[in-house]
């Protein structure tokens, strides 16, 4: 199936480059009318006359996103409708969090949240008029996980994704689907943070096919889901919380105690000593009037704090001091909104002399289904939570700096992480507030200045409107204090940047769960065919490898790990070589078929024995150990099949009996799976006549199964003796370490280590697959010429590579020459000199005095070449 999108049209903001562009041409190159919108109108103009010349149609729309009805109107003036939104419209103002200017803030949230707003709520009755509509929103990894430097873009970021979340919920009746992505990809907001050679891999023309996919009527219709997407890796990401702790909701509930009807039949907690206080701390609890803050502040000042009660309520502030004070505590009341933060931070200053704590609470609701949601319904929503979150910890900031000291607690919602039904204004708020938290606890923990976000539900004055007075009576705001004030505390030294749901006297963290994901060729063209087919894989989260990024750089592994991802070998043209006979062209056209390997932890173990480890080297041979693990020589193991059962009867006058194993050379391009399914890619790379002989390398390719992603690249070099003559090519290309002669310096070795292998090591290494009887049994032996069984190269070449691990640290590939043979129960000696990254390294029988492996190399992970086993 080849989808197509005509007849359909597509408004892509933000398109005068980057993403936008590859979008722009994507859609048009399959039939879509285009509106591409951007602020630059000749870059606009260039991608209109670019679709223009390919038989497409496209027209320009110069408006900002905050004017969503002119975007949207110049669709429906061309083109009569709209059927597709991408909301890709973007800038950055980076800066570190105390240098951020309100300025700086306030023009990211515009373009991102405010244009995503106004663009799609022009869309949206045509949507639901003509029950379909697409819409793509674009967060960030930085929305995720929050940045440091990128307090205001995280936050816009991560708002996008509740909105996502509450369109879908909204949409679902009319086929308005909602989704979101988390893109990587180079633009020109992305040149100015990651360095050229990323870039070249982060192809816009990466992230579009996914997006086409999901717009599709006949695609995926994954609405209201999370997408990281970039460099041919794709994967979907969700929520995922912990089992979390239930407390006794009595007097004992306090924060130094570390659903209801649980609850309410355990034993008192118990409490920590000395016990949580805050004397001589001073709290600012922003929306105290009434409910959530109400309880925080009556505990603070129980618990010795000097607490701040802001509050639009004149009435309601007051009435609260009094209680603080008649409880034994001081306070006073700050009347004014949120927004005015640095009002209540010199309040707060000028009363107690400092600041210690903030909890951000404030807010509103403004609840309305999104067809009747006013443009005022979503601004006050986001000035009163999201901008008086960010006015408040903006003011405090240099305080906490300054005495290196501070807390902060923001408040999220249920609604924030889900979504909801009428709240996409107060969803995508209180989302926002997350990614702003999360960076203010990178920026912060080098000042001990600790941010952490609550979802509470709690019984208040907003919630009374849509719970039941059961339910309020039940799930009382002081069942959610507690835990605020130990997140507040001095006892809380570590957590930060953390997401925590707060009901009844259960708490649990939230934190993100992505899929394995699956990684897509990166030197090749990705469609979105490619990605429909893998959308089983893309989506798994059953299959034991969801990760658990936290960072953005944690994010970008997998992403990363990708660019080294190169396909199929069978539909490459990279083995041609006009130097070739005729035979050996022939012979490189007909590619095997993938083989699978599949493996458990026993079979790693049974290799490690095999290349010498012992029962003191618990990391190799127990699997219950914590660092358990395959060694790096593993990887020739599920080659091993694979590359011997290559036919070489295209060789004239080959015989098998005349086959000598020459050179073998290992890339580890990821970290070793200690179980899993392999498949095994293997191709003719190089072809040589020596004359007499012919040299014959293959190149395999060994790849996760499930994501694609490459484990292993394998180069054997065979000797046929007798099979040359042939014409064509008679010197190899130089392959970088593959081919490289490591000639040892001419100085004594920086290392020796020496090793005698059991007289049953040819036995015990036969069990990884070598099955040739030349290696136990002593009558084929004899037929070799040998006076008994000898050990298969790739075992003591396995020797070799633990020797150097041990004491070089990791290496990212070996390269060996074959140059003799070893005999089970002979003691090798692997001689090696340190050059820089490389350790070159020689292997000998002391015995004989015999060279068998040479022209022997490692490129080491760390320079500094210290071992850490």
């Avoid at 359909?8 to 993403?19: I, N």
């Avoid at 996919?213 to 219709?221: D, F, K, L, S, T």
């Avoid at 358990?628 to 036919?647: D, E, H, K």
Wanted: with cysteine.
């Amino acid at each position: 199936m080849t989808l197509s999108f005509k007849d359909k049209t597509v408004v892509v903001t933000g398109a005068g480059g980057g993403l936008g562009k590859a979008y722009s041409l994507l859609f048009a190159s399959r039939g879509a009318n285009v509106v591409v919108n951007d602020f630059n109108k000749d870059a606009a103009q260039k991608i209109v006359d670019e679709i223009k010349q390919g038989g497409g149609n496209a027209i320009v729309n110069t408006s900002s996103v905050t004017e969503g009805e002119k975007v949207i109107q110049s669709a429906v003036s061309a083109f009569g409708t709209v059927h597709i939104l991408i909301n890709n419209a973007g800038i950055l103002r980076d800066k570190s969090f105390v240098a951020m200017t309100d300025q700086d803030w306030d023009a990211v949230v515009a373009v991102h949240l405010k244009g995503a707003f106004s663009c799609t709520k022009a869309a949206w009755p045509i949507f639901r008029k003509q029950k379909f509509g697409r819409i793509i929103n674009t967060a960030s990894a930085a929305g995720l996980y929050g940045n440091f430097g990128q307090a205001n873009y995280s936050a816009a970021k991560m708002g996008l994704v509740s909105f996502t979340k509450s369109l879908a919920r909204e949409g679902i009746k009319y086929n308005i689907s909602s989704v979101v992505i988390a893109p990587v990809a180079a633009s020109p907001m992305t040149a100015t943070i990651m360095p050229p050679e990323m870039l070249e891999k982060m192809k816009p023309e990466f992230v579009a096919p996914f997006v086409a996919a999901v717009c599709h009527p006949e695609g995926p219709n994954p609405s209201g889901r999370v997408f990281e997407v970039g460099a041919g890796f794709v994967a979907e990401i969700r929520w995922e919380r912990s089992k979390g702790r239930i407390w006794k909701t009595d007097p004992s509930f306090t924060p130094s105690a570390p659903t209801l009807e649980i609850a309410a039949t355990l034993p008192s907690n118990p409490q920590s000593s000395p016990a949580v206080r805050f004397d001589g701390k001073t709290v600012i609890i922003t929306g105290a009037g009434a409910g959530l803050g109400r309880a925080y502040a009556i505990m603070y000042g129980k618990l010795g704090a000097n607490v701040v009660v802001n509050d639009v309520s004149d009435k309601g502030a007051n009435a609260v001091v009094d209680e603080v004070k008649a409880a034994g505590g001081k306070a006073i009341a700050v009347v004014c909104s949120a927004e005015e933060g640095e009002k209540i931070v010199k309040a707060a200053c000028d009363a107690f002399g400092t600041v210690h704590v903030l909890i951000a609470n404030a807010g509103i609701l403004r609840d309305r289904s999104f067809t009747s949601m006013s443009e005022k319904e979503w601004d006050d929503v986001i000035a009163v939570h999201l901008r008086g979150t960010y006015k408040c910890a903006k003011a405090v900031w240099p305080v906490f700096r300054k005495q290196k000291y501070g807390r902060i607690v923001t408040t999220c919602s249920g609604v924030g992480i889900y979504g909801n039904f009428g709240q996409v204004n107060y969803s995508t708020a209180k989302a926002a507030i997350m990614g702003l938290t999360k960076t203010l606890g990178f920026e912060g923990r080098k000042y001990n200045i600790l941010a952490n976000v609550i979802a509470p539900s709690a019984g208040t004055a907003m919630t009374m409107t849509i719970w039941t007075q059961d339910m309020v009576d039940a799930y009382k705001p002081d069942f959610v204090a507690p835990v605020v004030g130990y997140l507040t505390s001095e006892d809380n030294t570590e957590t930060s940047g953390q997401l925590f749901e707060i009901s009844g006297g259960w708490a649990a963290q939230t934190r993100w769960q992505r899929a394995y994901g699956y990684g897509f060729p990166s030197n090749r063209a990705l469609t979105p065919e490619d990605v429909i087919a893998k959308w089983d894989v893309i989506t798994n989260f059953d299959d034991g490898k969801a990760t658990h990024p936290t960072t953005p750089s944690e994010s970008l592994e997998q992403i990363v790990a990708n660019f080294e991802n190169t396909g199929s070998l069978l539909d490459s043209a990279i083995f041609e070589d006009s130097e070739d006979s005729q035979l050996v062209k022939d012979a490189k056209k007909n590619a095997p078929e993938d083989s699978d390997f599949t493996y458990t932890e026993r079979d790693v173990t049974l290799y490690n024995l095999g290349v010498g480890a012992t029962s003191k080297d618990l990391q190799w041979t127990y699997e219950g150990d914590d660092n358990f693990s395959a060694l790096p020589t593993f990887g020739v193991i599920p080659q091993f099949m694979a590359s011997a059962g290559v036919s070489m009867d295209w060789a004239p006058n080959y015989h098998p009996a005349k086959l000598l194993h020459g050179e073998q050379y290992l890339s580890i391009k990821a970290p070793i799976p200690t179980e899993g399914t392999l498949v095994n890619e293997t191709r003719l790379l190089e072809v040589l006549d020596k004359g007499k002989a012919a040299s014959v390398t293959l190149l395999v390719n060994t790849k996760d199964k499930a994501s694609g992603k490459l484990i292993f690249e394998n180069q054997v070099t065979v000797v046929l003796r007798g099979a040359g003559g042939f014409g064509g090519k008679k010197k190899g290309n130089d392959r970088g370490p593959a081919t490289a002669a490591n000639k040892p310096p001419n100085r004594a070795p920086d290392a020796v280590v020496e090793e005698q292998t059991s007289e049953s090591q040819a036995a015990l290494y036969r069990l990884s697959g070598d099955y040739n009887p030349l290696h136990i049994n002593p009558d084929f032996a004899a037929m070799g010429g040998f006076d008994k069984p000898i050990l298969h190269g790739l075992c003591f070449m396995g020797f070799a590579g633990r020797h150097v691990l041990k004491t070089f640290g990791e290496y990212k590939d070996i390269k060996v020459r074959f140059a003799g043979s070893v005999y089970p129960g002979e003691t090798l000696i692997t001689e090696m000199w340190k050059e820089g990254k490389k350790v070159i390294f020689t292997t000998k029988v002391k015995e004989r005095g015999t060279t068998v492996l040479a022209a022997a190399a490692v490129t080491l992970v760390d320079e500094s070449g210290k071992a850490k086993l």
